[in-house]
């Protein structure tokens, strides 16, 4: 009588495809991430601060006395009013003044943030998955198509942002999705050439050419073998670019060529109290250059903690 054939541990486990990474792998990887980002005290410290920022321009609304945009509560007579000053008619106090249209500044700063806010992470989120997929398929196709792509990309990145903005801007108009729309147009190039320099190491490995020979279509190599492996250093770009981004639309807003007069974000706010700083009245300007620079040092301070964590050869 035979007797049944042993069975060895290491055929009884369950395959794992290739490139697949373990559930339990993945999650301790995630938590020495976190581990490792919460040992610096600046990362904390702006992310804090970035969570302040964010939880204030979602509950604009209910925290602030006044809606800056709706021109019915605007009064003209309590215009430039100093900090601590009292409304005439509405009978709330104006913690940070008022501005040359009678904002409640505290006011137009909160909402002013939900646009900064919208317009960088909505062309930072928009600009990471144009050029992500852009510079996978460079990578992937390789050849001529490579070598079109890269020279695009090399083309857009040769142009000052700035000027960019400004040419794209003066013939689309203002407005917030013009906006979105002309950050896009010029970020969307740093992430193609990460996308793709990170995929090109990708490619070369052994699970590529293993899945290959599975007969898995391109497409599923693409994203769900190559580009997971690709996301840690396009996590720290769009990071930095969000931060970029609000620069730039504060920048453009500030030159009259950004969001409507009627909707200011921050940069419209620290234009519209330019010229009144030599008057002496330096609340217009300052509170909202001081809420923009906040935000902009907070995005920082966890994109480049991000970057150190997820780049192991930065770390110490």
């Known amino acids: 009588m035979s007797q049944p054939t042993p069975v060895s541990s290491a055929a009884a486990r369950p395959a794992v495809s290739a490139g697949q990474v373990p559930a339990g792998k993945v999650q301790s990887m995630w938590a020495q991430i976190a581990h490792d980002f919460l040992r610096s005290k600046p990362a ?60 409640d500044l505290y006011s137009a700063i909160v909402y002013g943030l939900r646009i900064s806010l919208l317009v960088g992470v909505g062309s930072a989120a928009i600009a990471a998955v144009v050029g992500t997929v852009i510079g996978l398929v460079a990578a992937y196709a390789g050849g001529r198509v ?24 003066a013939y689309m108009g203002k407005g917030i999705g013009n906006v979105i729309l002309t950050l896009v147009l010029v970020e969307w190039a740093y992430y193609a050439r990460t996308a793709r320099g990170q995929a090109l190491v990708e490619t070369r490995r052994e699970y590529v050419d293993a899945a290959r020979g599975q007969g898995i279509p391109q497409w599923r190599i693409l994203l769900g073998h190559i580009l997971p492996n690709c996301l840690p250093p396009l996590l720290v770009i769009a990071a930095l670019q969000v931060a970029r981004a609000i620069t730039l639309e504060a920048t453009l807003s500030f030159l009259g060529l950004g969001v409507p007069i009627t909707e200011p974000s921050l940069g419209l706010l620290i234009s519209n109290g330019y010229q009144y700083l030599l008057s002496n009245e330096y609340w217009i300007s ?31």
């Not at 857009?156 to 000027?163: A, N, V, Y």
Request: aromatic content about 8%.
């Open 286 to 316: 300052f509170f909202p250059g001081v809420a923009l620079l906040l935000t902009i040092v907070a995005i920082n301070l966890v994109g480049d903690q991000l970057r150190d964590v997820l780049n192991p050869r930065l770390q110490k």
């Open 44 to 103: 904390v410290f702006g992310l804090v601060i970035l969570l302040i920022v964010v939880l204030m321009a979602l509950f604009a609304p209910y925290i602030t006395p006044q809606n800056p945009y709706d021109l019915m509560q605007l009064d003209v007579l309590d215009s430039r009013l100093p900090p601590g000053s009292e409304s005439m008619e509405h009978g709330f106090s104006y913690w940070l003044g008022t501005d040359g249209q009678g904002r």
């Open 146 to 169: 490579d070598a079109l792509i890269m020279r695009v990309v090399d083309l857009l990145l040769s142009f000052p942002t700035i000027l960019m903005a400004l040419m794209i801007l």
